[in-house]
């Protein structure tokens, strides 16, 4: 039996847009570029990104028994335009990815039924699931499973999904091999840096989240620096 196969059949039935398979190992030069975020300060006020970075670094300090990683991406592209209501003077735009429900509770039942049934199918595989609540390097993951790459906006791009992909994991004591990287396919394109309203990039593929709207309407509490 192909547990791959398999695994990604029961995957897109449960819903989820793309599939891919890594070892629960990340580059050292992911850790290498969150330990430079984190040291410049661009985290803001989000405390427990550095209080866990190391977990974050590296899949098996999270969970050391952790041999594969199951990287899940769904697609939350509107059918519509979303930039259309931006025209409309009279009202607020709301971002795409909070405009239904919450993404976190969608992600993690089908998740958690992934999870059960790969738990129902192989006894012997131990199973934890993840959305981005909990430490784990999403888009380097996804990069390394072939889902896409991190583009110079720092979010995960799919060459067949585009930018909007909400990413869960599966971890699994269960030897699953590994996909081929994707490669960066930005080239001389800056469209994602010269669309951002706040200048939240110090260069390509750095993002300072204190210059971020979503980080200063989610995450950050209290007033907000005019400069």
Known sequence: MDRRSDIRDKALALGFDAVGFTRAHLAPEVRARLMH???????????????????????????????????????????????????????????????????????????????????????EAGIKVFVDTAPVAEKPLAQA???????????????????????????????????????????????CLDACPTNAFPAPYELDARRCISYLTIEHKGPIDPT
């Open 37 to 123: 975020f984190l040291a410049e300060g661009r985290h803001g006020s989000m405390g427990w990104m550095a209080d866990r970075a190391e977990q974050r670094a590296h899949p098996r300090v999270l969970w050391p028994e952790a041999v594969s990683v199951v990287v899940l991406g769904l697609n939350y592209g509107p059918e519509t335009d979303p930039l259309e209501t931006l025209a409309q003077r009279d009202g607020a735009t709301i971002s795409v990815y909070a405009r239904n429900r919450d993404y976190h509770d969608v992600l993690k039942k089908r998740l958690k039924a992934l999870g059960r049934w790969m738990a129902e199918t192989w006894p």
């Open 145 to 191: 499973a072939g889902l896409g790459w991190q583009g110079k906006h720092t979010n995960l791009v799919s060459r067949g999904l585009g930018s909007w992909l909400f990413l869960g994991e599966v971890f699994t004591t269960l030897d699953l091999g590994e996909a081929s990287p994707d490669r960066d396919h930005c080239g001389s394109c800056r469209a």
